[in-house]
């Protein structure tokens, strides 16, 4: 039997979760104009995405911010 813990977060919470960082970390952007509308917001939290490319513990925040591979 395995001993080790099971994940805390599952697939779809995973990609839930990085979703919901990435728009939060667009709505900071200094520029107003480059935030999301809420149109935008909407739409990115209705759709369901492709699987994450890699284990949500390997996901950067480099690549939450659009600086590294794509996560979803």
């Known amino acids: ?3 080790r813990p099971s994940p805390l977060v ?3 919470g995973a990609l839930n979760l ?8 667009a709505c900071l952007c200094v520029n107003p104009k480059s935030r999301p509308t809420m149109q935008q917001i909407d739409r990115a939290l209705s759709m369901q995405g492709p699987p994450l490319s890699k284990p949500f513990s ?3 925040l ?4 659009g600086h590294g591979s794509k996560t979803s």
Do not use: F, H, N, Q
Not at 18 to 25: H, P
């Open 58 to 60: 390997m996901i950067t």
């Open 1 to 3: 039997m395995d001993k």
């Open 18 to 25: 990085v979703v919901a960082v990435k728009i939060a970390l």
């Open 62 to 65: 480099g690549e939450l911010l």
């Open 10 to 12: 599952d697939e779809v």
